[in-house]
């Protein structure tokens, strides 16, 4: 009898204790299954996530469109091509956005090299190397662009005139306008304090933008005006262009959708007549094209695109 109780007795126990094990584990099983729930995103969460994506592809698409048609916009102008002309292919738009991938991976470097080496001085003068970054990227953008055009003098003046005027606004007006400080650092610091009580059209939009949207803005607008002069800068340079068989023979300036854009030249001054005919590719079998190095060329009346004083010497015709 005792033996059997004593049985009875451990296994009452024993009983009690998984009991006592299974109550302690349901709370955790519980709140394992709430912490899931909290983590996996609701159905609001998820269609306003591919909502974004959506609207990020439609936006880098536009711009991408945008980006082509200013660039074609650029060549044509040289020319005096008319901007009805110009025709943006899916091909453009593609090789549009892949270039702006490799320019803003290079902003990025470069901007992130200014940043790493600005923080080598102090608080208030790193602040200003900062802000000069995107006068730096547009600067050094513009004259890679123009080089060997005659842009390009222009541009480096007008560029050497913006860093005198940064230069003096970030630097040296200070000094002029903080004359009771005592070091040159808290006039910095003095300055700062009082552009940030004072504010104009462009801090109010910053504000209300925010500082990274507002940056955004600001370097695709820079891109489109690099972009728009790297057009022209092409057309200028440009070397080699189809010619018709034609008489008289004609250059075929640009290529939109299945149009030709040609206009009758001189080679032996390598100027465009201003009037242009459109003919459809393929619409005529007997049109013969060939290449041909006839420029850099110019429109008529217009002074040298390019640098080169090698340029103005005459081409011949090909000999049959």
Known sequence: MRLQSRRQVSYSVGLLQRQERTVVSMPDAASESKHERLERP????RVTAAAFEGLLVAAISAYAYI???VYEAGFAQVFSIPLSFIAVSLTNV??????LLLVGHLVVSVGNLVFMMSDIF???ISKRIKRLVPLLLFSLALVCVTSGTRLLPSFIIACAVGWLIAIFFQ???PLLTQRGKGSYREKLVAQDDLDARTSDWYDLLARRLGVGPYSLVLLLLMALVVVYYAGQSTAMRQSTYLVTSTSPEMVVLRVYGGNMVCAPFDRDTREVK????????GEDPGLALHSEHVGPLRLEGQVSN???SSSHSPILAPQP
């Open 306 to 308: 390019v640098d080169n």
């Open 171 to 173: 630097f040296i007006f």
């Open 42 to 45: 609701s159905s609001f969460e």
């Open 67 to 69: 980006f082509a048609f």
């Open 94 to 99: 593609l090789v549009a956005g892949g270039s």
């Open 122 to 124: 102090s608080g208030p």
């Open 274 to 281: 201003p009037s242009f005919v459109v003919l459809k590719v």
